[in-house]
């Protein structure tokens, strides 16, 4: 049996309710017991995930190799062991997180003692893209139980092997009381949106993302988007430690990557940069890579369509081979691509690489501010006179310097978007302060009452007046 509800939020009343309609009130009614606050259950949850995670890593793995034909030690490293390290992190930060900060109160208000403490937001709505169908709803879903809230999790459609594996063991696992999970479609998502959230934690486009921002508005809910984007590189070093770097960071999971670089602006002629890109390809992926086995696939019919339309939209000088049966389609290098075409519009998220020649640094930047703002902005250089430069005038989500994709593992750094690549950021403490509430409490006593100094009549202004 429930307990007994406390606090303002009465379950819904509804004679006929659907069963997002009961999944919601009993999660609500649950949370406003406060289960979900005390460290010891939230690590207890924490730990119960990883469990999870352990145990049915093989469901895991091979639900990736269905949805996006992920190989085992990508679907480990990029998925499950990305969740892992979250846990980890959260568990041994976990008290310090939660600890109270003790702040001044102005002389004139002493004596009074302040501070700031975070508290759990309630119950959090997590929709999840299917490009990390796994890392993108339980990283969130960290921080949601690290925070102390209560939390529904919306994987992709789009990943359903794996939507299916989250749903089937992370009730097994986790408190049922407080965590679900709920499967389906748009109408689903729609369905849960139109309910009453304490924050929407959502991963997906930015159409989407408008959809949901519309739905949060009509409760007033906060919402965090981490949305994509065209994430440029700026290549000044084309060695061929560069050009590795940003074949592996473009082609991991066949370029189905929020961060991955979207296009390279080339300082000067891209002749040797094109030839060593391609000599990283074919290190990782030989040179049939469409049959290799830590290549992955396009995760559907249409999204492999729209990549193909692409391949018309400028040169073709690296790969261009695709298999229709398998969905896969090779790494591949465009230059001189159409600037006014989707390649160049578009997030392109597929193994394409467009490689444009600029003429100078200055040209470069000049390009990037003339698009909208993307996740991530990379440049290859050693040059601190450059990278500093990069730094200060590029807008962009995070700013890496020669590590494309590593921002995502280090938990430290905030990961998210601005403007329409996203809002608000998570990982480590930026994840469990962005689910809690950075609550202010005052505590003044009225045994020496030094307020009444200040009380009307306010003759004693008009004094000083
Ligand atoms: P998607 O189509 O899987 O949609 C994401 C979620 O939105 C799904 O759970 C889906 O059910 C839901 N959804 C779809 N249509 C909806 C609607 N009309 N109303 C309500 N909910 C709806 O994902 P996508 O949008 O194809 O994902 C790709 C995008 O996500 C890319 O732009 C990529 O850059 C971005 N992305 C961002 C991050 C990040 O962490 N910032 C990570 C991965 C992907």
Sequence with gaps: ?????????????????SRIATVLSHLRRSADTRITHPRRFRLQQLKALEKMLDEHLEDFVQALAEDLGKSATEAKFSEIDVVRAEIDFAQRHLAEWMDST????????????????????????????????????????????????????????????????????????????????????????????????????????????????????????????????KSPAVVENDSLASAKRLAYAKFMNSGQTCVAPDYVLSIGDSTELIQRLGQAIT???????????????????????????????????????????????????????????????????????????VESFEEALEFIARRPSPLAA????????????????????????????????????????????????YHGRHGFERLSQMRSELNKTTVVDTLSAIYPPYSWAKRKI
């Design 1 to 17: 049996p429930l307990p007994e509800p406390v606090g303002d939020s009465a379950p819904p009343v509804d004679e006929h309710p």
């Design 102 to 229: 003790s702040v001044k109160v102005p002389l004139a208000l002493q004596p009074a003692m302040a501070k700031v403490e975070p508290r759990p937001l309630g119950v959090v709505l997590i929709i999840g893209a299917w490009n990390y169908p796994v890392q993108l709803v339980l990283a969130p879903l960290v921080a949601a139980i690290a925070a102390g809230n209560a939390a529904v999790i919306k994987p992709s459609e789009l990943a359903p092997a794996t939507s299916g594996v989250l749903a089937k063991f992370l009730p097994v696992y986790l408190d049922e009381r407080v965590y679900a999970v709920v499967e389906g479609g748009v109408d689903t998502s729609t369905e849960l949106l139109a309910a009453r959230w304490d924050h929407i934690f959502y991963t997906g486009g930015e159409r989407v993302a408008k959809i949901v921002a519309a739905a949060a508005a009509k409760h007033l809910t906060p919402t965090t988007l981490e949305l994509g984007g």
């Design 283 to 357: 290190s990782f992926y030989g040179k049939e890579p469409l049959t290799h086995p830590d290549y992955g696939r396009i995760v559907s019919r249409k999204h492999f369509d729209r990549l193909l339309s692409m391949f018309e939209q400028g040169e073709v000088v690296f790969g261009g081979e695709y298999d229709e049966e398998t969905l896969r389609i090779a790494p591949s290098i465009m230059r001189n691509p159409d600037l006014e075409g989707s390649l160049m519009t578009e997030e392109i998220f597929g193994p394409i690489l467009p490689v444009i020649e």
């Design 378 to 425: 990379y440049l290859m250089s050693e040059s601190p006179r450059l990278q500093s430069i990069f730094s200060d005038r590029v807008r962009a989500g995070s700013i890496v310097h020669n590590a494309p994709l590593v921002q995502m593992v280090v938990p430290t750094l905030p990961f998210g978007g601005i403007g329409p690549s996203g809002m608000g950021a």
